[in-house]
Every structure is written in structure tokens, then in C-alpha cells.
């Protein structure tokens, strides 16, 4: 069981190294002062009972020491104690929070390189998750693992202490600490049985939650709110049941711990009295021994609260090994991009992983601001077509070039920048207008928003807003309709001065007069940039220099 803890919460140990050895080695220190402090409390009061006659410390050496010196070492070592549990404790958590944070951005870092598609296998929920739930619950399983073994340091050296200093109560002392580790043991299993799934449940309502409210409205209109909710009530009680087992567990340990540790307290003074040991004896393996109690259900408890919790790192380190299969490869010397114009897919074939292939041995030139129009069939790889130029996905087969730099050996974002897109779906966030026309520039050019929206025939109703263009437009743009949110989108591409604009089925949403004006405003642009146009809309693709069409894998000329 230790070894298994060991085994999941080692990687995090070396994260917060600094931390975590202060933390330990404080509690080792604090431990042996505590335990000295009690020791001298218990031989003061034994001087005491003996009419203040000298008293030779047995744990010190061969000093005779007057009660002055007792109380004062005995004073200053239990302040001192204190202290130090208090650094240890604060690296403790200090230990958790730098874990959480290190979880949190390993997560964020390789969510955001993985390729894409991969990405698309995962669910949105589960990343959330991951990142809220993981960097909390493997910090915490990892900081009462931290507490355990400062715990079980200062338990042992009680324990050690009092098998040294009171060997009358040595055997009772032996069989109180074999049963200590037998009930941890018992309830180690039943913790880790409970908490095996703690981290996939929560993933569960990760997901299920995602799925839920990204399609409330759907959802909302063909009734099935009720079903929701019901399923919703079921993966929270699962949860709720898996973990209050899970946690319960180490508060029974505790419990069966702490009769135990009464039956043997009883037996204790039992023994000595009957023995007929001298009282000091008593008072100091009392003393001790209510001292060491303590710790031992604290470090039990905190052990079991770990192995609880184990679910988390381990589910996790699966997850990033995953994750780290299947990364974009950033490593290799990128060549910097003077970006000319030319874009060039020699043979390229692409299929998605397992599947059979959408793109198969393409050829296609695009010189510097040519305009081309795609048609073709639903599904039959437009937006793949695009994704694989922008360099979402690389080609399975083949090269795409970019002022005659392979894209697999340029820095991709150099190459990114260059692009304005309008995708079929377009991001949105909760925020303004012009922070999502400028999305990501803190202190945005107002003008330079006002003139991309009215490049973008988007003006007219940004205008009227409330709050014109600080006007908050929810998530996705909910506040807008399908057609003005691809009026924003294309003010955001040109708000960016891109040297390629990319439109992947720009008018629909569009009525009949945006559409017109729409087109009259990509007429003004052509030749001005690079213009790829995917439409299934004739008029639309016209406008370009030249038609393609992408038939059985491949682009045919129209
Ligand atoms: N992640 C994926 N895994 C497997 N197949 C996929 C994946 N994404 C898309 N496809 C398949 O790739 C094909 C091409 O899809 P793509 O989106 O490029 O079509 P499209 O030409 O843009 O269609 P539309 O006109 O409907 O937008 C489709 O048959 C689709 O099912
Ligand atoms: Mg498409």
C-alpha cells in the first residue's frame, strides 16, 4: 500500500522538492523537540512528587540538571516545536498549491499542443475537469500524503522514545503498534476500493455536464430538460456515495484506532501499578503515550485519505502519457517564415486516425494573392482541405510548402499569423465586441475595430447596440444570430491585415441582400490578398480567379 502511494504521488514529491524535504525534515526536527519537551514535563513533575531532590535525566546522559534548566529547556524546546510544525505545515501547503499550479499548466500545455486529431477524441468536459478537478484533488492526496509520513515520523519517534525510556511497557507498547498498522492496513483496502473510481466519475460529470449545457437551448426545445436532470441526480449520487465511502473509511481506522488506544491505556497503568513501577515511570509513559496517539490515527487517517484519492494521480499520469503520444513535435530547429504568397500541396494524402483516407494525393498551387473558389459534395474534405493548409493537421502523405518552406519544419504559427479565417463555426467569448474583433490585444485600436466592422458589413447592427461595440456577447456569440456572427467573424479577420483570408461557407446564415453585399465586399478585397473561398454557393466561388472542385479525393479544375 505505501509503496502504491509512493508510486502515484513520488513525480509530484520532486515538483515541490524544495517544499516537500523542508516539510519533512521540520516535522523531524519538531517531532524530537516535542518529544523531548514532553519528556522533561514529565521528569519535572516526577522531581516535583519527589520533594524537589535532583533528578537524573535518563534520555540526557549523566548530567544532574536542577529543575531550573528542565523548565527552562523544557520551555524553550516546546515553543520551539511549535514553531517548527508551523514551518512544516506552511511548506505543506505551499508543497499543494505549487502541485496544483504545475498540474494545472502541464494539463493547459499539452491540451493546447496535442494534435489535432487527437484533441478532437477528447471531450471538452473532460478537460475542464482535469484541469479544476485534478490540479485540486492530486494536491491534496499528495498534501495528506505529506502530512502522513511528518505524522508517522513523530509517531515513531514517540514510540521509539517511549519503547527507550519506559521498557516496562515495552511488549504493550509492541502489540499497540502492530495493531495500529493492522487496522490501517484492513481499511487501506476498503479506501482504495471506494476511490478507484472517484476520478471517473467525476470525469463522468465532467462530460456529462459539457454536453448539457453547450446544448440547453436543443435540449430545452425538444423537452428532454427532465431526463437531464434525472440523469444529472444519478451520476451526482454515484459520486456522492463513492466518495463518502471512500472518506469514510479513514474516519472508522480512527475510530477502531482510538478504543484501542483507550484498552491500552487502561493496560498500561494497570501494568505499571501492578508492577509496582515507580511513578515516575507512569507519568513520563503516560505522557508520552497521550502525545503519541495522537499522530498515529493522524498519520493512519492521512494515509488512508491518500489512498483514497489515488484515482486522481493515477488516471492522470495514463492521461498524460496519452497525450504525450500523440504531440504536436515542437522540438526540432524551426526555419523562420517570410511568408511570399505561395502555397504549394504536393501529393498530399490525408486520412483521420483508424479511418479510411478524405484526401488522397492532391496537388494544388496558390500563388501570391490568387483567388480560389472550392466547391464540392457535404463530406467530401473541404474544411480538411483547409485545416491541413493552415496546418491544423499535417498530411498523412505528401508536403504542403509555404514560400517554399516545408510546414513541417516551419515554426506554424509564424505561418498562422499570415491567416484570416471565417470557419463554418467561429469562436466567441463572453465578452465585447471589440475584444473579440481583437481578440487576445489588451489595449485594442477602436477605430481600427469600427473600420473592420464596417469593411465587414457588420456595422449597421453593432451600432445599434446598447452599448455599441462594448456590448457583451456571451458565449459562442449567443447574442447574435448565425448570420451576424459571420459578419464578426470577417471583421476579425480583417481587423488582423491578414495576408491570406480563408472562407469556409461565409454566406450561410446570410439573407439574399447581406449575401450580395457580402460578395461585393470580397470583389473589393480580391487581389489585394490571398483568397480561398469554400462555397456550395456558384455565385460565390465565381467572383475567384479560379474554381476547383473537390471530387473523389482530389481538386479538379472548372
Ligand atoms: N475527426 C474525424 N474523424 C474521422 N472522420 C472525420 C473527422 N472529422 C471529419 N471527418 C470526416 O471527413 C470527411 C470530410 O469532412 P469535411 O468537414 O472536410 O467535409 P466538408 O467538405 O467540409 O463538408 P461540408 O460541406 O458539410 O462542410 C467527412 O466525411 C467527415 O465525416
Ligand atoms: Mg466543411
Same mark, same amino acid.
Given at each position: 500500500?505505501?509503496?502504491?502511494?509512493?508510486?502515484?504521488? +513520488?513525480?509530484?514529491?520532486?515538483?515541490?522538492?524544495?517544499?516537500?524535504?523542508?516539510?519533512?525534515?521540520?516535522?523531524?526536527?519538531?517531532?524530537?523537540?516535542? @518529544?523531548?519537551?514532553?519528556?522533561?514535563?514529565?521528569?519535572?513533575?516526577? !522531581?516535583?512528587? !519527589?520533594?524537589?531532590?535532583?533528578?537524573?535525566?535518563?534520555?540526557?546522559?549523566?548530567? !544532574?540538571?536542577?529543575?531550573?534548566?528542565?523548565?527552562?529547556?523544557?520551555?524553550?524546546?516546546?515553543?520551539?516545536?511549535?514553531?517548527?510544525?508551523?514551518?512544516?505545515?506552511? &511548506?505543506?501547503?505551499?508543497?499543494?498549491?505549487?502541485?496544483?499550479?504545475?498540474?494545472?499548466?502541464?494539463?493547459?500545455? $499539452?491540451?493546447?499542443?496535442?494534435?489535432?486529431?487527437?484533441?478532437?477524441?477528447?471531450?471538452?468536459?473532460?478537460?475542464?475537469?482535469?484541469?479544476?478537478?485534478?490540479?485540486?484533488?492530486?494536491?491534496?492526496?499528495?498534501?495528506?500524503?505529506?502530512?502522513?509520513? @511528518?505524522?508517522?515520523?513523530?509517531?515513531?519517534?514517540?514510540?521509539?522514545?517511549?519503547?527507550?525510556?519506559?521498557?516496562?511497557?515495552?511488549?504493550?507498547?509492541?502489540?499497540?503498534?502492530?495493531?495500529?498498522?493492522?487496522?490501517?492496513?484492513?481499511?487501506?483496502?476498503?479506501?482504495?476500493?471506494?476511490?478507484?473510481?472517484?476520478?471517473?466519475?467525476?470525469?463522468?460529470?465532467?462530460?456529462?455536464?459539457?454536453?448539457?449545457?453547450?446544448? $440547453?437551448?436543443?435540449?430545452?426545445?425538444?423537452?428532454?430538460?427532465?431526463?437531464?436532470?434525472?440523469?444529472?441526480?444519478?451520476?451526482?449520487?454515484?459520486?456522492?456515495?463513492?466518495?463518502?465511502?471512500?472518506?469514510?473509511?479513514?474516519?472508522?481506522?480512527?475510530?477502531?484506532?482510538?478504543?484501542?488506544?483507550?484498552?491500552?491505556?487502561?493496560?498500561?497503568?494497570?501494568?505499571?501499578?501492578? +508492577?509496582?513501577?515507580?511513578?515516575?515511570?507512569?507519568?513520563?509513559?503516560?505522557?508520552?503515550?497521550?502525545?503519541?496517539?495522537?499522530?498515529?490515527? &493522524?498519520?493512519?487517517?492521512?494515509?488512508?485519505?491518500?489512498?483514497?484519492?489515488?484515482?486522481?494521480?493515477? $488516471?492522470?499520469?495514463?492521461?498524460?502519457?496519452?497525450?504525450?503520444?500523440?504531440?504536436?513535435?515542437?522540438?526540432?530547429?524551426?526555419?523562420?517564415?517570410?511568408?511570399?504568397?505561395?502555397?504549394?500541396?504536393?501529393?498530399?494524402?490525408?486520412?483521420?486516425?483508424?479511418?479510411?483516407?478524405?484526401?488522397? &494525393?492532391?496537388?494544388?498551387?496558390?500563388?501570391?494573392?490568387?483567388?480560389?473558389?472550392?466547391?464540392?459534395?457535404?463530406?467530401?474534405?473541404?474544411?480538411?482541405?483547409?485545416?491541413?493548409?493552415?496546418?491544423?493537421?499535417?498530411?498523412?502523405?505528401?508536403?504542403?510548402?509555404?514560400?517554399?518552406? &516545408?510546414?513541417?519544419?516551419?515554426?506554424?504559427?509564424?505561418?498562422?499569423?499570415?491567416?484570416?479565417?471565417?470557419?463554418?463555426?467561429?469562436?466567441?467569448?463572453?465578452?465585447?465586441?471589440?475584444?473579440?474583433?481583437?481578440?487576445?490585444?489588451?489595449?485594442? #485600436?477602436?477605430?481600427?475595430?469600427?473600420?473592420?466592422?464596417?469593411?465587414?458589413?457588420?456595422?449597421?447592427?453593432?451600432?445599434?447596440?446598447? #452599448?455599441?461595440?462594448?456590448?457583451?456577447?456571451?458565449?459562442?456569440?449567443?447574442?447574435?444570430?448565425?448570420?451576424?456572427?459571420?459578419?464578426?467573424?470577417?471583421?476579425?479577420?480583417?481587423?488582423?491585415?491578414? !495576408?491570406? $483570408?480563408?472562407?469556409?461557407?461565409?454566406?450561410?446564415?446570410?439573407?439574399?441582400?447581406?449575401?450580395?453585399?457580402?460578395?461585393?465586399?470580397?470583389?473589393?478585397?480580391?487581389?489585394?490578398?490571398?483568397?480561398?473561398?469554400?462555397?456550395?454557393?456558384?455565385?460565390?466561388?465565381?467572383?475567384?480567379?479560379?474554381?476547383?472542385?473537390?471530387?473523389?479525393?482530389?481538386?479538379?479544375?472548372?
Amino acid at each position: 500500500m505505501l509503496i502504491k502511494i509512493w508510486r502515484n504521488y +513520488s513525480k509530484y514529491f520532486f515538483v515541490s522538492n524544495r517544499e516537500s524535504r523542508i516539510a519533512i525534515f521540520f516535522g523531524i526536527v519538531g517531532a524530537f523537540l516535542e @518529544t523531548l519537551s514532553i519528556y522533561l514535563l514529565a521528569n519535572l513533575i516526577s !522531581n516535583f512528587e !519527589n520533594k524537589f531532590s535532583y533528578f537524573n535525566i535518563k534520555f540526557i546522559g549523566p548530567f !544532574n540538571l536542577s529543575n531550573e534548566i528542565i523548565i527552562a529547556v523544557f520551555f524553550i524546546s516546546g515553543i520551539f516545536a511549535s514553531y517548527i510544525y508551523y514551518i512544516s505545515n506552511k &511548506n505543506i501547503v505551499r508543497a499543494k498549491c505549487k502541485i496544483e499550479r504545475y498540474i494545472r499548466e502541464e494539463i493547459t500545455d $499539452l491540451t493546447l499542443n496535442i494534435k489535432w486529431e487527437y484533441y478532437l477524441k477528447l471531450s471538452q468536459g473532460d478537460i475542464s475537469k482535469s484541469i479544476i478537478s485534478e490540479g485540486q484533488n492530486i494536491s491534496e492526496g499528495y498534501m495528506y500524503f505529506l502530512q502522513a509520513i @511528518t505524522n508517522s515520523v513523530i509517531a515513531i519517534t514517540y514510540f521509539c522514545i517511549c519503547l527507550l525510556v519506559v521498557p516496562d511497557t515495552f511488549f504493550i507498547l509492541i502489540l499497540y503498534g502492530f495493531l495500529a498498522f493492522r487496522i490501517y492496513v484492513y481499511y487501506s483496502k476498503k479506501a482504495e476500493i471506494y476511490g478507484k473510481d472517484l476520478s471517473s466519475i467525476t470525469s463522468k460529470i465532467g462530460n456529462w455536464t459539457a454536453s448539457l449545457f453547450n446544448n $440547453l437551448k436543443y435540449i430545452r426545445t425538444i423537452s428532454k430538460d427532465k431526463i437531464a436532470r434525472d440523469e444529472s441526480r444519478k451520476i451526482f449520487l454515484h459520486f456522492g456515495n463513492a466518495y463518502s465511502k471512500a472518506m469514510v473509511a479513514s474516519y472508522k481506522s480512527k475510530f477502531i484506532t482510538e478504543l484501542l488506544t483507550i484498552c491500552f491505556l487502561f493496560l498500561a497503568i494497570l501494568y505499571i501499578l501492578i +508492577s509496582n513501577s515507580s511513578k515516575s515511570n507512569l507519568i513520563l509513559s503516560l505522557s508520552l503515550f497521550v502525545r503519541m496517539t495522537p499522530k498515529v490515527y &493522524n498519520s493512519q487517517t492521512r494515509f488512508l485519505d491518500s489512498l483514497a484519492m489515488i484515482s486522481w494521480p493515477n $488516471l492522470y499520469t495514463k492521461k498524460i502519457k496519452w497525450a504525450q503520444n500523440h504531440h504536436e513535435n515542437n522540438i526540432i530547429k524551426k526555419h523562420k517564415l517570410d511568408f511570399n504568397g505561395t502555397i504549394i500541396l504536393n501529393s498530399v494524402s490525408f486520412n483521420y486516425p483508424d479511418c479510411t483516407s478524405i484526401i488522397e &494525393n492532391l496537388n494544388l498551387k496558390i500563388n501570391d494573392k490568387d483567388s480560389i473558389g472550392i466547391i464540392g459534395k457535404s463530406g467530401s474534405g473541404k474544411s480538411t482541405l483547409i485545416d491541413l493548409i493552415t496546418g491544423i493537421i499535417k498530411p498523412t502523405e505528401g508536403d504542403i510548402f509555404v514560400s517554399g518552406e &516545408n510546414t513541417r519544419n516551419i515554426n506554424i504559427n509564424e505561418w498562422r499569423e499570415n491567416i484570416g479565417i471565417v470557419m463554418q463555426e467561429n469562436y466567441f467569448k463572453n465578452d465585447s465586441v471589440a475584444a473579440n474583433i481583437a481578440l487576445g490585444e489588451k489595449n485594442y #485600436n477602436k477605430e481600427k475595430i469600427k473600420s473592420s466592422l464596417i469593411k465587414a458589413n457588420a456595422w449597421d447592427f453593432v451600432e445599434k447596440l446598447p #452599448n455599441s461595440i462594448d456590448e457583451i456577447i456571451y458565449d459562442k456569440g449567443m447574442r447574435f444570430s448565425g448570420g451576424e456572427r459571420k459578419k464578426l467573424a470577417l471583421a476579425r479577420a480583417f481587423y488582423s491585415d491578414p !495576408n491570406m $483570408l480563408i472562407l469556409d461557407e461565409p454566406s450561410t446564415g446570410l439573407d439574399i441582400k447581406s449575401e450580395s453585399e457580402f460578395i461585393s465586399v470580397i470583389t473589393s478585397i480580391l487581389g489585394t490578398m490571398t483568397v480561398i473561398i469554400i462555397s456550395h454557393k456558384k455565385d460565390l466561388v465565381n467572383i475567384c480567379d479560379r474554381t476547383l472542385h473537390l471530387k473523389n479525393k482530389r481538386l479538379i479544375a472548372i
